[in-house]
């Protein structure tokens, strides 16, 4: 006996005993747990929770992912934003270079943290885009700091 579906594909033998049993309207969709036999285990509706769950926690974890790295990006571009009015400020003479220095180094670590925490949380969650388009950004910061700790 052959199903016709607009075109034929194999024979299915519906007298074997590993054929799935026939329905009457909608059938279900075949997932990857029923085998090749088209049989429905016992543990699959609790399997099928299961990743449900799983999934779930795993968006949740993006969410808060890329919210944390997006208030972080939102600090670094304003720490961005105060270091550029500062370094104005000494080039209008309205600061004297030492206080510029002494304004903008204890801000440096801050940014560095920052953006090495915004890094390492994209390399974790499994963002490799994203964190090969930091890693250039940290790794000059983090040489840049290893120089100045290198000079003094």
Known sequence: MHQ???FRLFKVDHNSRHAA????????????????????????PVLRKKRR???????????VVFVFSLLDCCA???????????????????????????KLNKWVIPELIGHAIVTVLMLISLH???????LP?????????ILALIND
Do not use: H, K
Request: include cysteine; glycine fraction near 6%; proline fraction near 2%.
């Open 76 to 102: 670094l571009i304003f720490l961005s934003v105060y270091f550029i009015i500062t370094l104005s400020d000494l080039e209008c003479d309205y600061i004297n270079a030492r206080s510029c220095c002494s």
């Open 137 to 145: 950004v940290a790794t000059w910061n983090i040489y840049r700091m």
């Open 53 to 63: 769950r799983r999934r779930r926690r795993r968006r949740r974890m993006e969410v």
């Open 21 to 44: 049993p026939r329905r009457r309207g909608r059938r279900a969709p075949v997932s990857w747990d029923q085998g090749l036999s088209g049989r429905v285990g016992v543990r699959q």
């Open 128 to 134: 490799w885009f994203i964190f090969l388009l930091n």
């Open 4 to 6: 016709n579906y607009g």
